[in-house]
DNA sequence: ACAGGTCTAGACCAATCGGTCTAGCCTGCA
DNA sequence: TGCAGGCTAGACCGATTGGTCTAGACCTGT
């Protein structure tokens, strides 16, 4: 566990964030949490909060795409990979906590004065839908299916972790993975 | 338009939280917007800004139910109910601001602090779910099944509205209703 | 041994935060 | 006409906010 500074920082801005939001967090709890003065904070991200948010929204952003990857790497077929998908979703949900959020939207929804934020969070989700839709591309969709796909992935996602949260319980998740993509013995319902 | 200086209060105080979540608000920011002194909210609201944000989202919650119940009263059948719905959510979130949050999370999704909002954020959830549910049902579905389509209903307007913050583009959530239920001449695709 | 840059440490600042408190307006009743 | 209570109005409070600045620890090349 050889951390850099700059990595501690952002790695406790965005535990905190997705607990409660970019306004929740103030720099002096995430200092502590980092166990960091505020000279650190303002030598690595000298626009303060801003960038700290910035950095920690790749954190996670990074970290996401692997995980998609990972999940639909060895899939028979895409309803195959998103169940997967998940399933790794709810056990990072019960690791990172049950009052997290989704980690771009937690620390990125700041309002209408944070433009760069919004920005951010539809580059962001725009990439993790690409990236799924290439995925079911490749495990066989017709390439317009496979963007409708990718995109009720997505949502599907982004409504789970939602309702997830709401009740504390990454059950949520796994249960719709199977209601969502029920498994069949044919290997054609991606495109059914 | 003769509201209550409780409900003017509760309205700006709803439509502020939206945009910036329960701590992006300060309190002068809301009294400023009503047009009200700090000394009628702490009287209609002894416990300040908590039960000023229960009460937001009690409104914004009544307002949905409606909304739900209006969208699948005339409805064919649940697909037909799900994509008006998705359509009024759509016009909601045009005249909201497209920087506008789903009104339950903005609102409430605050913290592990702040344990009675997320009781309450389950509970509205629970229940936009139920309410969908027995439209389901009512529409023809099998009980096993209704419970799966209000809950993909849901998840589908979470993800969606989601998205459309992000691209603040209103338009996700239409296209989302007619690629999640597309339109057939068949009358039984609710259960297929 | 020393110089120079990188980074840590935390005191300090004005502004804003949520919340309290008192003064007084305004309305209904006697 | 006077009084009582619901409500408005806003000054004021200590605590906390994001951000600035200086002092010095530490490391590296000469």
């Not at 620390?107 to 799924?132: D, H, N, R």
Request: hydrophobic share 40%; charged share 25%.
């Amino acid at each position: 566990m050889t951390m850099t500074t700059r990595d501690k920082l952002a790695w406790a801005a965005a535990k905190l964030f997705q607990e409660k939001g970019f306004h929740g967090v103030g720099l002096n709890e995430i200092l502590a949490s980092a166990g960091l003065p505020k000279g650190s904070l303002y030598h690595h991200f000298p626009n303060g909060k801003v960038d700290l948010a910035l950095e920690a929204a790749a954190f996670t952003h990074r970290e996401t795409t692997r995980i998609i990857d990972d999940a639909f790497r060895d899939a028979r077929d895409f309803p195959d990979g998103a169940r997967t998908l998940l399933h790794k979703m709810a056990k990072m949900f019960e690791i990172m906590g049950s009052y997290t959020g989704c980690p771009i939207t937690s620390i990125l929804f700041a309002g209408p004065e944070y433009e760069v934020f919004c920005e951010k969070s539809a580059e962001y989700f725009e990439c993790w839908i690409t990236q799924m839709t290439a995925h079911a591309e490749r495990l066989g969709c017709d390439p317009v299916q496979a963007r409708v796909e990718g995109e009720k992935a997505f949502h599907t996602l982004q409504g789970g972790w939602t309702l997830a949260r709401a009740r504390r319980d990454s059950d949520v998740m796994r249960n719709l993975a199977y209601q969502t993509w029920p498994e069949t013995t044919s290997v054609a319902q991606a495109t059914a």
